[in-house]
C-alpha cells in the first residue's frame, strides 16, 4: 500500500540552508520509498503554515511533517488530527499533538559554543551577541549563552544586536558590526562574537576583515555549521567554532519515523535527538563535502 | 421686482493677502448689498478670485474682517462661510470626478438621510433634479459620473451645486452667491438660463457677486461694478454711471481702440490643412479645408462636436476613418507628439486638466511639446534658449508673473491661460487649433490675443478656432464652420454675419 | 436638450458589464480551473469554510484599509499593529488578567496608533508613506520591546480565547462531522458589513470619496478634511488590531512578528478591487474579490501540490493575467 | 514680464530656506546628536566612509527608484529584482562563466524585468501597485526557483568580483592604515550623478516630470507618455539589478532574498528626500539626504550600543521627528 502515499512538509523556513537539508534528505528517503512529498513553503509566514496546515489535511494526505514551532500551528495540527492524519516535526519541537518531533537539542549546542568562547577568552572578555528571539528555536540558544556568560564575572556584553533578516542575515548584521567596530575603535576592545547562527557571524567576519582587524584575534563562534561557515572555519580568518546539526539525518530519521508509523509501528519517544557536532578548525575538513 | 432695500447685507474689509513675495491683495473691501448683483472687474491678477477665497475662508487672509448685516462674523473655513448663508462657485471646476452628479452638488452639506445616519438617495436624487429643473439643465442627471459629462454641463452641474437649498437648517437660508467666471465655459443659452435664475435670487433678496471678463454681461444682470488692479480696490461706481471704456481704463489704464483687429493681409489660396470625412466615436463625416492664413471659426452648441475635431486633428482621440492632409501631404499616423512636430498647436478646452503641469514652471510649461528644439543635441535642456523664449511670450502675452521659475500653480486663472497660449506659439506653428483660447482672459489681454492670432495668420499660419463668444467668431474669422450633432452642418463667410444668423445656424437651421 | 451623437451598438450592455466585473470573472475562471484540477477535494464545503477562515484576517485588515485608501491615502503600519495588538493582547492574558481587558486594550492600542497616523498624515501633513512607515517601525520597535523579541503561548493564552478561532456556528453535518461557519469568518463578515455601510451608505463615507477623488473641491466645499482622516485612520487602526486579536486567537500564540506580512497582501487585495470599479476607486466589495483571489490562490496552488517556488512564481504571474485581461477586456469594450 | 509689487521682507529669505532645507536640516541636527555622543568614534573619516560605503547599495535603488516616482508611479519589486539579479550573476559565476558574462547578464535581466514591469504599467494599464507586486512575486520566485533556494558562495563567487567590494581608491593614511574611498561608494556616486544629470538636465527627465505632474497635459502636450513610462521602469531595472551585483561583490555570497528589504526603505529615501521640494516632486539629491538619514541612524544608533529593540522604536521616531519639524518650520514660514 505503499505505492500511492502523499506526504506533505510544511515550513515556513524553506529558504534557510539547514531546512533545505533536512528536507532534501526527507525527500530523497520518502522517494525511495515510493512515497509523493509534497514540500509547502509559506516564505516565513507562520499564519500561513496554519492555513496550508488546514488545506493538506482537507485535501487528506497520508501523513504531515511541520518544521515550524508546533505551539503557533496548533489549529492546524488540530485540522490535521480531526481527519485522522499523523503530524510529525522535523525540527520543530515537542507537542502532544505530533507523533515525534526528531531534532537536534538547541540548548546544547548554544551551551557549547558558549563554552566555547568563554574558554577561549579564559573568562575574560568583551563580547558582542547577535541573537533573534523572535524565532523560538534560535531563541532557546540565546538564553543558554546569555547564562553561561553571565556566569564569567569578567565578561562583558558590550551589545546584543537582533539583526534585520529579511535580507538573508549577512547583509545587515555586517553592517551592525561595522557600528559597533566604529564604536570601539581600539585593538582588543571587542574579544569575541557569539551568534546564534552562522549568518551573522559571517557579516561580523566580513566586517571585521573590511576594517582591517582581523588580526586583533577577535573569536568568531556560530551555530549550524552551514557550507559557508565551515569555509570560513576552515579559512582560519577568526571563525573559529560552530556546531553541525546532522540536518541530513533528521531528514532521514524523521522519513524512517513516518514509514514505521505507516507500517503500524507505535513510536514511543516523543522527541528524538539527533547528535550534533562542534566544529572547529581541528575537525572542518571532514565536514566539507568534497 | 428688484426689492428696495439695498442695504449691506455683507461686507468684506481691509483684505491683505501676501503670497510670498506677491502681494495679492492690499486693503480691498467690498460692500454686498441685498436684492444686488455685484460685478468685479479687473485684469488677470488683480485679485478677483483671491478676494472671493478670503471671503469663502478657503484662503487664509494675512488682515481681513467679515459684516454680514452690519455685525462682525469670522470665516475660518468653508463650513463656517456655508453656516452663515454664503454660497461659491470658484473660478476653477472643482468637481469630484468618479462622484455622481448628485453628490458633487451636495458636497457643502449633509446628505438626506434615513435612521439618522443612511444616505437617503431617492431624497439626494429628488433634491437635485429639482435645482437642476430650475436652472433648466434638467436634462444632466443627477445619477450620472460627473466625469461623464461635457465640459460645459460639468460646469452647469457644478454652478447648481451653489442654488441647492440647505438641507439641514432651513431658517438660513443662503444669501449671498458669490460667482467666478462661472459663464466662462457655457454657450450664450446656458448663460441666459444662469442670468434668469440670478435674476430671480435678487428679486428674493438675495445679494449676488459676479465676476467676469464678459463687458457684455456686466452691463446687462449687474447694478453695481468694482474694479481691482494690483490687489487693490481702484473704483466702485453704479452701472448706470459708467461706460465699458471707463471700466477698460480702470482695470488697464488704457484706452482700446477696437477689441478686433482687422486683417490687414490677404489669405493665400495654397491649402494648408484638408480634412475629409474625418470620423471619430464623437464626430461623423466633417470635411473642410483651410488656407494658409486663414482664421477658421468652429462655432456650435455645447456637445456639437467642436472640442472634439480638434481633439482628433490633433490626434488626442483615435480618428476611426477620413482623409487628413497637411500641405498637400495625406498624415496617417495621428498623435499629439507627431502632430506638435508636424507644425499643429493645439490649445485644450480645460486648461488645469488638459492643458498645464501645474506643479511645473511656466517656462517648462511653455516649451514642453517643443522641448527639442530647446535642446543641445535633443538630449540636454538648453535654459538659456528656454528662459529667453519664456520672457518674450509672456511679453507678447502680457502674462503676470513674478519669474519664468514660477510654479504654474501660483498664477491667476487668466494667467494660466496665457500660458497656455503662449505655449501653442513657442515652436514656429504653421497651423493653430484653439479651442476656446481667451477663456477667462482680461479685455486688455484678450486684445492683445487677438492681434497674436491676426499675426500669425499673417505669418502664412492657418488657424482653426473654436469659441463659444460669437462676436469673437464673427470679430476675428474668415469663415465659420458650424457644427451640429459631431456633423459639419455649414461652412459660411464671417463677413456681414450676424450673431443671430450664426445661433440659428447652431440651432440647424440652414440660412441663404 | 443636448444629447450625445451616440453610435448604436448591440454588445454594449455585455460590454459595460465584463468592464466593471472583468476581475471577477478572472476569479471565476481561477476557481474553475482549480476545480477542474482538483475535482474531490477543492470544491467542497470543507474547504470553502476553510479558505473563508484562512482569509478572514487578511479580510478584517484589507477592509479597513480600505477606508483610508478610499482618501487616496494608506497605512502601512497595519501589519506592525496587527502584531503590536496581539502582543499587547496575551502579555495581558499572561498577568492573568481577564479576557475582556486584554481584547479592550488591544483595541484601545489600535486607536491610539490609528489617531497618531492619523494626526501625522492630517494634522502635521506627512505624506502617508513616510507617516505610516516611520509608524510601522516604531509599532513594530514596541512589539518587540514590551514582549522582549519572545513568542507567547501555551498557557499563557487562555483557552477561552483560542477556542473562539476553533468554534462556529454549525450549518450541519458531512459525513459524520458538524460543519462548522467559523467565527473567525463570522468575524470578517461583520467587518465587511460595517464597513460597506460607513462607505457606501453615510455621508462620513461619501465625504471619503470625496476626498480621495478631489482634496481640492472637497476642502472648497466644506468638507472637513482634517478631522476625516483622522477618524478614517483611527478605523484601519482598529481593523488592525481586530485583525491581531484574530491571529492571536487563531495560532494560539503571539509573536512581535506574526501580523507583517499582512500589510502588502491587504494594499494589494485593495488594488485588485480597485480595477473592478469603473473610475478606479476603491470599494469594499472589490476589496473582497481581491481577497478572494489571493486566498484561493493559495489553497488552489497547494492543493495542486506545485513545487512551491513555481507557486510563488504562478500567483505573482496569475494575479498579473487576471488584471491583464480584466484591462484588455475594458480597452476592447 | 510684468512684476507685481513685491514687499521687501527681511526673514522672506531665511524662511524660504529653511522650509526647502527644513529635513536637511533634521540630517543635521541627527549627525551632530551622534557627534556628541560619541565624539571620537562617529566624525571619523573612517566611519564615515564605512557608512557611505553600508548606504551605496540602498543609495543605488533609491536614486533609479527616483526615475520612475517622479512620474508617480513606484517599482515594488526592485529588491525581488536585485535578489535575482545577483543570483543569475553567481550562478553564472559558479558554472565559471567570465565575471563579465555574468554581469551582462544581471543587467539585461534587470533591463528586462523593468521593461516588463513598464508594459504591463504603460502599456495594459495596470496600476504600478499591483503589476510590481506581481512581479516582484515573480522575480523572487525565479530567484528562488534557479537557485533551488541555496545560497552561493565561497569559491563560486570569483575574487575578482567579491574584491571589488573590498577595494577602492586610496585617500591617503590615518595612522598607519591606508583609507580606500570604497569603490560602491564610487559606483554609488555614479549613479547619483547619472540620475541627476538624467532628471535634472535632460529633456527626458523634463517630460518625466511632466508626466508626474499631469499625465493627461503632458500627452497632450507631445510627451510619448507610454515609451517614457516604458524605459523610466527599465531604468529603474537596472539599478536594482545594479544593486543586486554590488550586494553579491560585498557579501561574497548570493542568496535569494538577499536584496529583498531594499523596497521598503528605498521607496522611504524617495519620500524623505520629496519632503524637501518645494511642489513635493521627487529630486535624487533630496533621495540622497533620505538615503543619508536611514544610513546615519542604523550607525549612530548602534554605536551608542542602544538595544535592538529600542533602536528600531528610534529610528521611525526620529525618522517621524525630522519630518514633523520640515513641515511645522515650512508652515510657520
Ligand atoms: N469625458 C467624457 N466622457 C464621455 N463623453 C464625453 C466626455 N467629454 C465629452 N463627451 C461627449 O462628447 C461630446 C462633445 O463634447 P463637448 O460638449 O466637449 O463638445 P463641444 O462641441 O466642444 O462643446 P463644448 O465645448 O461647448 O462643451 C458630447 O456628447 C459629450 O457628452
Ligand atoms: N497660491 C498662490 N501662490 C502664489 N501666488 C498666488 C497664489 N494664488 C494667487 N496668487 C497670485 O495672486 C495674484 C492674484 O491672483 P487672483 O487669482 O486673485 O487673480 P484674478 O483677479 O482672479 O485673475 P483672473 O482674472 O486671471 O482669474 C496673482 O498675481 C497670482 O499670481
Ligand atoms: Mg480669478
Ligand atoms: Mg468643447
Known amino acids: 500500500a505503499q505505492d500511492d502515499i502523499t506526504v506533505a512538509v510544511v515550513t515556513p523556513y524553506l529558504a534557510q540552508p539547514g531546512t533545505q537539508f533536512m528536507v532534501e534528505a526527507f525527500q530523497a528517503a520518502g522517494e525511495a520509498n515510493g512515497w509523493t512529498v509534497n514540500v509547502i513553503d509559506t516564505a516565513g509566514d507562520v499564519a500561513a503554515a496554519v492555513s496550508r496546515l488546514e488545506d493538506v489535511a482537507a485535501q487528506g494526505v497520508d501523513a504531515i511533517v511541520i518544521n515550524v514551532d508546533p505551539a503557533q500551528v496548533s489549529v492546524g495540527l488540530e485540522a490535521a488530527a480531526a481527519a485522522g492524519i499523523p503530524v510529525f516535526g522535523m525540527d520543530a519541537g515537542a507537542d502532544a499533538n505530533l507523533v515525534t518531533n526528531v531534532t537536534s537539542n538547541g540548548y546544547a549546542m548554544a551551551a557549547e559554543t558558549a563554552t566555547y568562547v568563554t574558554d577561549r577568552l579564559n573568562g575574560v572578555g568583551r563580547i558582542v551577541m547577535f541573537t533573534f528571539d523572535p524565532y523560538p528555536p534560535v531563541q532557546k540558544r540565546g538564553i543558554i549563552a546569555d547564562a553561561i556568560f553571565a556566569n564569567s564575572p569578567d565578561i562583558e556584553i558590550i551589545d546584543r544586536v537582533t539583526p534585520d533578516v529579511t535580507d538573508g542575515g549577512i547583509a545587515d548584521s555586517r553592517a551592525r558590526m561595522e557600528a559597533i567596530l566604529a564604536a570601539n575603535p581600539e585593538a582588543g576592545s571587542i574579544s569575541a562574537v557569539w551568534a546564534a547562527w552562522d549568518q551573522p557571524a559571517l557579516g561580523a567576519l566580513q566586517a571585521i576583515e573590511a576594517a582591517g582587524r582581523e588580526g586583533e584575534g577577535i573569536v568568531i563562534v556560530g551555530i549550524d555549521a552551514n557550507p559557508q561557515a565551515l569555509d570560513a572555519i576552515a579559512a582560519g580568518n577568526g571563525f573559529e567554532a560552530s556546531v553541525a546539526q546532522d540536518f541530513t539525518g533528521i531528514g532521514g530519521t524523521v522519513a524512517d519515523a513516518v514509514a514505521r508509523h505507516l507500517a503500524g509501528e507505535i513510536i514511543g519517544q516523543g522527541v528524538i535527538y539527533v547528535p550534533t557536532v562542534l566544529v572547529t578548525a581541528a575537525n572542518v575538513a571532514e565536514f566539507i563535502s568534497e | ?512 | 436638450m443636448n444629447t450625445t451623437p451616440s453610435i448604436p451598438h448591440p454588445a454594449r450592455q455585455i460590454g459595460r458589464i465584463l468592464r466593471r466585473f472583468g476581475t471577477l470573472i478572472g476569479f471565476f475562471a481561477i476557481v474553475l480551473f482549480f476545480w477542474s484540477q482538483r475535482p474531490d477535494t477543492f470544491m467542497t464545503v470543507r474547504n470553502w469554510l476553510n479558505i473563508t477562515q484562512q482569509i478572514s484576517i487578511l479580510g478584517v485588515v484589507a477592509f479597513t484599509m480600505t477606508v483610508v485608501m478610499v482618501m487616496g491615502d494608506y497605512d502601512l503600519s497595519v501589519g506592525a499593529m496587527a502584531s503590536l495588538g496581539g502582543i499587547a493582547a496575551a502579555l495581558l492574558f499572561q498577568q492573568e488578567m481577564p479576557v475582556l481587558t486584554g481584547i479592550a486594550v488591544a483595541l484601545l492600542i489600535g486607536v491610539a496608533g490609528g489617531l497618531l497616523n492619523g494626526v501625522l498624515v492630517s494634522l502635521v501633513g506627512i505624506t502617508p508613506f513616510v507617516a505610516t512607515l516611520g509608524m510601522l517601525t516604531v509599532f513594530s520597535g514596541v512589539a518587540f520591546f514590551i514582549s522582549e523579541g519572545e513568542t507567547i503561548f501555551g498557557r499563557a493564552i487562555p483557552e477561552q480565547f483560542s477556542d473562539f478561532a476553533r468554534g462556529g456556528i454549525p450549518l450541519g453535518t458531512i459525513g459524520e462531522q458538524a460543519v462548522l461557519l467559523p467565527n473567525l469568518t463570522i468575524v470578517a463578515l461583520l467587518v465587511l458589513l460595517a464597513v460597506w455601510v460607513l462607505l457606501e451608505q453615510t455621508t462620513f463615507g461619501r465625504r471619503l470619496y470625496a476626498i480621495g477623488g478631489n482634496k481640492e473641491a472637497a476642502r472648497l466645499g466644506g468638507v472637513r478634511l482634517r478631522l476625516l482622516r483622522l477618524i478614517a485612520f483611527a478605523v484601519t487602526g482598529v481593523g488592525a488590531a481586530v485583525a491581531g486579536l484574530m491571529l492571536v486567537s487563531r495560532l494560539a500564540s503571539a509573536n512581535p512578528t506574526q501580523g507583517d506580512g499582512l500589510m502588502l497582501d491587504a494594499i494589494a487585495a485593495v488594488f485588485l478591487g480597485m480595477t473592478m470599479s469603473e473610475e478606479g476607486e476603491p470599494h469594499v466589495l472589490g476589496t473582497l474579490v481581491g481577497v478572494l483571489i489571493l486566498g484561493v490562490l493559495r489553497n488552489g496552488l497547494t492543493q495542486l501540490a506545485i513545487d512551491s517556488y513555481v507557486q510563488q512564481i504562478l500567483t505573482g504571474a496569475i494575479i498579473i493575467l487576471a488584471v491583464t485581461l480584466s484591462r484588455l477586456i475594458r480597452r476592447a469594450s
Open chain 2, 1 to 512: 421686482m428688484m426689492s428696495s432695500t439695498n442695504t449691506p447685507l455683507f461686507e468684506v474689509l481691509g483684505a491683505t493677502k501676501e503670497f510670498g513675495a506677491t502681494l495679492a491683495l492690499e486693503d480691498a473691501s467690498l460692500t454686498l448689498r441685498a436684492g444686488e448683483v455685484h460685478a468685479l472687474m479687473g485684469e488677470n491678477g488683480a485679485g478677483k478670485s483671491t478676494l472671493i477665497k478670503v471671503m469663502a475662508g478657503v484662503t487664509h487672509a494675512d488682515a481681513v474682517a467679515y459684516r454680514m448685516d452690519g455685525r462682525p462674523v469670522h470665516i475660518g473655513g468653508a463650513a463656517d462661510a456655508f453656516r452663515l448663508g454664503l454660497r461659491f462657485i470658484h473660478q476653477e471646476l472643482n468637481i469630484v470626478p468618479q462622484l455622481s452628479v448628485a453628490e458633487n452638488m451636495h458636497m457643502g452639506q449633509r446628505y438626506p438621510r434615513r435612521l439618522g445616519m443612511f444616505v437617503h438617495w431617492g431624497e439626494l436624487y429628488r433634491r437635485s433634479q429639482q435645482v437642476l429643473d430650475t436652472l433648466g439643465v434638467g436634462y444632466i442627471s443627477p445619477r450620472a459620473i460627473i466625469a461623464r459629462l461635457s465640459a460645459g454641463d460639468q460646469m452647469l452641474a457644478k454652478i447648481a451645486s451653489a442654488f441647492m437649498p440647505d438641507a439641514g437648517d432651513a431658517s438660513r437660508p443662503a444669501r449671498v452667491y458669490v460667482l467666478d467666471e462661472p459663464t466662462a465655459a457655457l454657450t450664450g443659452e446656458e448663460a441666459e438660463r444662469l442670468f434668469g435664475v440670478i435674476q430671480a435670487l435678487t428679486a428674493q433678496g438675495c445679494a449676488v457677486l459676479y465676476v467676469s471678463h464678459r463687458m457684455d454681461e456686466i452691463f446687462r444682470i449687474a447694478q453695481r461694478v468694482t474694479v481691482m488692479r494690483d490687489g487693490r480696490v481702484v473704483s466702485e461706481s453704479l452701472i448706470a454711471d459708467t461706460t465699458p471704456d471707463v471700466l477698460i481704463h480702470d482695470m488697464t489704464g488704457r484706452t482700446l481702440e477696437t477689441l478686433y483687429p482687422p486683417r490687414q493681409s490677404a489669405i493665400s489660396p495654397e491649402p494648408l490643412l484638408s480634412v475629409e470625412g474625418l470620423v471619430t466615436t464623437k464626430i461623423r463625416a466633417v470635411s473642410f479645408t483651410l488656407a494658409r492664413g486663414e482664421i477658421m471659426g468652429v462655432a456650435g452648441l455645447s456637445a456639437s462636436g467642436r472640442t472634439e475635431l480638434l481633439r482628433a486633428l490633433m490626434g488626442a482621440d483615435r480618428k476611426l476613418s477620413g482623409r487628413v492632409a497637411l500641405r498637400g501631404k495625406v498624415v496617417n499616423w495621428i498623435s499629439p507628439r507627431r502632430s506638435w512636430d508636424r507644425g499643429l498647436a493645439y490649445v485644450p478646452e480645460e486648461r488645469r486638466s488638459q492643458g498645464l503641469v501645474l506643479s511645473r514652471s511656466i517656462e517648462d510649461n511653455a516649451v514642453l511639446p517643443h522641448l527639442d528644439a530647446f535642446s543641445r543635441g535633443r538630449v540636454f535642456v538648453n535654459r538659456r534658449r528656454e528662459r529667453r523664449e519664456t520672457e518674450s511670450l509672456a511679453l507678447a502675452t502680457r502674462l503676470k508673473a513674478r519669474h519664468p521659475s514660477q510654479v504654474v500653480r501660483e498664477l491667476s486663472g487668466g494667467n494660466q491661460q496665457k500660458v497656455v497660449f503662449a505655449r501653442a506659439l513657442a515652436g514656429r506653428p504653421d497651423v493653430l487649433l484653439l479651442d476656446e483660447p481667451t477663456r477667462g482672459i482680461d479685455v486688455s489681454a484678450k486684445h492683445d490675443i487677438y492681434q497674436l492670432i491676426r499675426q500669425k495668420s499673417a505669418d502664412g499660419c492657418g488657424v482653426l478656432l473654436v469659441s463659444s463668444d460669437l462676436p469673437e467668431l464673427i470679430g476675428l474669422c474668415d469663415r465659420i464652420l458650424v457644427m451640429r450633432a459631431g456633423r459639419a452642418h455649414a461652412v459660411v463667410s464671417a463677413a456681414n454675419l450676424t450673431q443671430a444668423d450664426l445661433l440659428r445656424l447652431c440651432y440647424g437651421e440652414k440660412i441663404s
